[in-house]
């Protein structure tokens, strides 16, 4: 089983809203990844936790603020977001023991700020 | 420069041919290679993985890696207009955790 669920599929807000999205696997992988992805673009790389700590902040605004409660659950909190924002974003998890590690993406949520 | 390079197409292939998609990359990303597909408006989904020169065949799709060219390929025997999507192409160091390169990805459009 490679299932990594996302919720909610969908979330319309508001500039001055706090939200926040969840993603969750059950593989027992250690690696925990957030991506943004903008139409017709490559999924773009937010956060990377390994072993529940934060590894990878790629320069991410702090409007963004990730949370990894446990090794199956990875948080993204949303707070005073701008239109440009509004995108697809991306769970994904892997082994994370290194060697050839293989990323796993959940479905999804399709935010729109207005 | 990039680091994963990919034609972004539209490939257009009727339907029954081989559809060639094809990436290139550089040393740092070397190690592991994926290649993802992903309809218009979803999540991508793994769709073959290879880390070792040659060939690595499941079902219609075979990757093909290349480390002295720095190419790796896919490929889609008896291509389905279910196959029409975006492939992305990706590469990974293979650093403890997955960190993957991805290119810009080619669309792939399979005519009945």
């Known amino acids: 089983d490679t299932e990594v669920t996302q919720t909610p599929k969908h979330l319309v807000m508001g500039m001055t809203n706090k939200k926040s999205l969840k993603c969750e696997q059950h593989?027992?992988?250690?690696?925990m990844y957030w991506y943004k992805q903008k139409a017709k673009k490559p999924p773009e790389l937010m956060f990377v936790?390994?072993?529940?700590?934060?590894?990878i902040n790629e320069s991410v605004p702090s409007r963004f603020s990730p949370e990894c409660p446990n090794s199956s659950l990875l948080n993204l909190h949303l707070h005073a977001l701008q239109p440009e924002d509004s995108a697809l974003y991306l769970c994904?998890?892997?082994?994370?023991?290194?060697?050839?590690?293989?990323?796993?993406f959940g479905p999804g949520t399709r935010l729109t700020v207005l | 420069q990039k680091e994963v390079e990919q034609n972004s197409g539209p490939l257009s292939v009727p339907e029954g041919a081989i559809a060639s998609l094809n990436c290139t990359y550089s040393?740092?990303?070397?190690?592991?290679f994926f290649w993802y597909r992903q309809y218009s408006g979803k999540s991508p989904e793994l769709i073959m993985s290879?880390?070792?020169?040659g060939d690595k065949e499941d079902g219609r799709f075979t990757a093909q890696l290349n480390k002295a060219s720095q190419y790796v390929s896919l490929l889609i025997r008896d291509s389905q207009p279910s196959d029409s999507a975006t492939y992305l192409c990706?590469?990974?160091?293979?650093?403890?955790?997955?960190?993957?390169?991805f290119g810009k990805g080619t669309m792939l459009l399979v005519s009945p």
């Open positions: 994904a998890s892997s082994r994370g023991q290194g060697g050839a590690d293989t990323q796993y």
């Open positions: 936790y390994s072993y529940e700590k934060l590894s």
């Open positions: 990706a590469g990974d160091e293979n650093s403890g955790y997955s960190t993957l390169t």
């Open positions: 040393d740092r990303v070397s190690q592991s």
């Open positions: 290879i880390y070792s020169n």
């Open positions: 593989m027992g992988h250690r690696a």
